[in-house]
Nanobody, 115 residues
Framework: QVLFVESGGGLVQPGGSLRLSCAASGNIFGFVVMGWYRQPPGKQRELVASMTNIGVTNYVDSVKGRFTISRDNAKNTVYLQMNSLRPEDTAVYYC?????????WGQGTQVTVSS
């Protein structure tokens, strides 16, 4: 069983930046997809960004040009660089991975964008 632990969330002013990290307890090489979801208060969880094991990325329209996903297989870590943050980016952000048909989730990290 691989566990994901997110970090890097916090309170930031609009226009600011944060970098989220998702550290896996095991090797992430076998994960065909890894990504980030978020769940704003009172709303459903949505996919923010994903990356396949061959580097193909996908972003929800609202974050394109502002967020960048990356993965470091050597460190078993996935990152989400978030720039030009907006109040509507406020949410709990969850790390996600799919391997051998099974879904893996982290516990979530809170991101709050407010002045």
């Amino acid at each position: 069983q691989v566990l994901f632990v997110e970090s890097g969330g916090g309170l930031v002013q609009p226009g600011g930046s944060l970098r989220l990290s998702c550290a896996a307890s095991g090797n992430i090489f076998g994960f065909v997809v890894m990504g980030w979801y978020r769940q704003p208060p009172g709303k459903q969880r949505e996919l923010v960004a994903s990356m396949t094991n061959i580097g193909v990325t996908n972003y929800v329209d609202s974050v394109k040009g502002r967020f960048t996903i990356s993965r470091d297989n050597a460190k078993n870590t996935v990152y989400l660089q978030m720039n030009s943050l907006r109040p509507e980016d406020t949410a709990v952000y969850y790390c996600y991975g799919k391997r051998l048909g099974a879904d893996y989730w982290g516990q979530g990290t809170q991101v709050t964008v407010s002045s």
